[in-house]
């Protein structure tokens, strides 16, 4: 079945920085890679997502690029800011399990 | 428009006792799934409607868990018999079309917080 790793597990960075989170997949047929940003105790929200017809999509201080033949996909953050600081968990949809298997998640803490 | 909705937000149960956990899906929602996550890791996939069909129910770690969508609408997972290991937040996500060969966009619940006694 589909395996996702993600890391780092923890990412402390100052205001400000950029901030790069990664994540591997093993099942090359998966085909849809969300991310989801979870402040303690709330729901995972959507923040971006990417298709594997689509090398790179971004969406102001966010953006993901998506590298099919190493099967990684990573998220990037630019100018981060301290209501940045969740844990963020990477996803991917394989089709032929029909389902979403998610990362271990990154603790982002990001320091005024 | 509303999100969706679990009920109830906490629930504390003694070893033994079996408990129900309600999700509520965005109206019109087609696919509903359920997830538990552990603390400090990401959900894991627990099973899977499409309307009121159990698509998949491969990620229940036991039989003592039973998940039922009797209308294509709301879904209740009920824990038979809850055991210490069952203590997770159990959240609710559901999508507007079928899963499919493509991936959909999951709205998830504020989740079901489990603690067993």
């Known amino acids: 079945g589909e395996n996702v790793e993600q890391h780092p597990s923890t990412l402390s960075v100052q205001e400000g920085d950029s901030a790069v989170i990664k994540c591997t997949y093993s099942d090359s047929a998966s085909n849809y890679f969300p991310w989801y940003k979870q402040e303690l105790g709330k729901r995972p929200q959507l923040i971006i997502d990417i298709r594997s017809n689509v090398g790179e999509k971004k969406d102001q201080r966010i953006a993901v690029t998506l590298n099919k033949t190493a099967k990684h996909f990573s998220l990037h953050i630019t100018e981060t800011q301290p209501e940045d600081s969740a844990v963020y968990f990477c996803a991917a949809f394989s089709p032929t399990r029909g389902k979403l298997t998610f990362g271990q998640g990154t603790i982002l803490t990001v320091h005024p | 428009g509303a999100g969706v909705s679990q009920s109830p937000r906490y629930k504390v149960a003694k070893r033994g006792q079996d408990v129900a956990l309600r999700c509520d899906p965005i109206s019109g929602h087609v696919s509903l799934f359920w997830y538990q996550q552990a603390l400090g890791q990401g959900p894991e996939f627990l099973t899977y409607?499409?309307?009121?069909?159990?698509?998949?129910k491969s990620g229940l770690p036991s039989d003592r868990f039973f998940a039922e969508r009797p209308e294509g609408s709301v879904s209740t997972l009920k824990i038979q018999r809850t055991q210490q290991e069952d203590s997770a937040v159990y959240l609710c996500a559901s999508s507007l079309v079928l899963a499919g060969s493509f991936g959909e966009t999951q709205y998830f619940g504020p989740g079901t917080r489990l603690l067993v006694l």
């Open positions: 409607f499409q309307n009121e069909a159990q698509l998949d």
